[in-house]
């Protein structure tokens, strides 16, 4: 494996850095919005889904009222 020196290794990451292509403000804000709102609905169902299996236990468990 080939040592490199500070300098040289910082050299390499600046030039890995300029050839990535970043997203504009607006990709990054509407990326972020769409992540909050599909969290949301998957929350939703998946508290559906826990209201569901809990009635389901409770009446073939004959527990609650």
Do not use: Y
């Amino acid at each position: 494996m080939a040592k490199t020196n500070p300098a040289q290794f910082i050299r390499q990451v600046r030039q890995e850095v300029a050839k990535v292509t970043w997203p504009t403000r607006k990709e990054t804000t509407v990326t972020t919005v769409m992540v909050f709102v599909m969290v949301a609905l998957a929350s939703m169902f998946l508290m559906g889904v826990d209201w569901i299996f809990a009635e389901l236990i409770q009446v073939i468990l004959g527990v609650g009222s």
